[in-house]
């Protein structure tokens, strides 16, 4: 079945760097645009990140720009999230989440989530 | 930036009751609105797009109307899953997408 499962959550220190994995499988991953979308504890959802289909355009919130490169392996079905210059208040879980086919901007499918914690 | 503000923030109601949450968008975002749940622990869950649209298996007590910067989604009949938090997300610009805050819905 379609799904898609986070990794390389973890403990970081302020200012360190860390890159999450989103694993696709079970659809035609190649052919969706890919979102990060993230969650402070007990906070509402926070978009972070989007690439297009062929890696081609990639947009982010305002709040990780400069920080955070999102890029994609079409051949190994992976997408990525590299983080650096990571700060107390990029502590979240992490998602990565398909864009729907007919209506770009709207995330259909979702992971479970990666959990990042940035503390000294 | 598109602001969404949702209101109540939390609602409190007996199951079999009807819900009604709003979202309301800082500027007109046609009808570019998507409605999600949320369960503690869970990933979120699409229920609607494009103000109206149900998501495919999203049962009809579910439904979503409005255009320009009021929108609501309808809960006809509450189910004890549906007690969850509710988010309203634009994509009138998808180079920076934004959600609401989110509604709780809890069991009176």
């Known amino acids: 079945q379609e799904q898609l499962v986070e990794s390389g959550g973890g403990v970081v220190q302020p200012g360190k760097s860390l890159r999450l994995s989103c694993a696709a499988s079970?659809?035609?991953?190649?052919?969706?645009?890919m979102h990060w979308v993230r969650q402070a504890p007990g906070k509402g959802l926070e978009w972070v990140a989007v690439i297009w289909y062929d890696g081609s355009e990639t947009y982010y919130a305002d709040s990780v720009k400069g920080r955070f490169t999102i890029s994609r392996d079409n051949s190994k079905n992976l997408l990525f999230l590299e983080m650096s210059s990571l700060r107390a208040e990029d502590t979240a879980v992490y998602y990565c989440?398909?864009?729907?086919?007919?209506?770009?901007?709207?995330?259909?499918?979702w992971g479970q989530g990666t959990t990042v914690i940035v503390s000294s | 930036e598109v602001v969404l503000t949702q209101s109540p923030a939390t609602l409190s109601l007996s199951p079999g009751e009807r819900a009604t949450l709003s979202c309301r968008a800082s500027?007109?975002?046609?009808?570019?609105l998507a409605w999600y749940q949320q369960k503690p622990g869970q990933a979120p869950r699409l229920l609607i797009y494009d103000a109206s649209n149900r998501a495919t298996g999203v049962p009809t007590r579910f439904s979503g109307s409005g255009s320009g910067t009021d929108f609501t989604l309808t809960i006809s009949s509450l189910e004890p899953e549906d007690f969850a938090v509710y988010y309203c997300q634009q994509r009138n610009n998808w180079r920076g997408l934004t959600f609401g805050g989110g509604t709780k819905v809890e069991i009176k």
């Open positions: 079970g659809f035609s991953f190649s052919s969706d645009n």
């Open positions: 500027q007109s975002i046609s009808v570019y």
């Open positions: 989440a398909r864009d729907i086919v007919s209506a770009e901007g709207i995330m259909d499918l």
